[in-house]
């Protein structure tokens, strides 16, 4: 049974940093696609980052030069440093992955999501 669980999440001020981090049992991220989602309150879940088996990234254009996405396989875990964070950024972020060494599809497996708030 695959588990994801995210934790780093927090309140920052604009211009800040948080490192988020999501750790998983039952599923390898060095095999498979993961990625980083988002949702803001009253707005859709939107994706931010994913980074494919082969260790290439790809990013939403707003979070682009801030946010950086990278796995660590030893430790089985999932990650996303984000700078320079801007109060649109405040929304609740989940860990996602896919059963697929490729990015392109359904995201099958998620995680209970971490809240990141960024104040003006």
């Known amino acids: 049974q695959v588990q994801l669980v995210e934790s780093g999440g927090g309140s920052v001020q604009a211009g800040g940093s948080l490192r988020l981090s999501c750790a998983a049992s039952?599923?390898?991220?060095?095999?498979?696609?993961a990625g980083w989602f988002r949702q803001a309150p009253g707005k859709e879940r939107e994706w931010v980052a994913s980074i494919a088996s082969d260790g290439t990234t790809v990013y939403t254009d707003s979070v682009k030069g801030r946010f950086t996405i990278s796995k660590d396989g030893a430790k089985n875990t999932l990650y996303v440093e984000m700078n320079g964070l801007e109060p649109e950024d405040t929304a609740m972020y989940y860990c996602?992955?896919?059963?697929?060494?490729?990015?392109?599809?359904?995201?099958?497996?998620w995680g209970q999501g971490t809240q990141v708030t960024v104040s003006s």
């Open positions: 996602a992955a896919r059963s697929s060494p490729s990015c392109m599809g359904t995201w099958e497996y």
């Open positions: 039952g599923y390898s991220f060095s095999t498979y696609c």
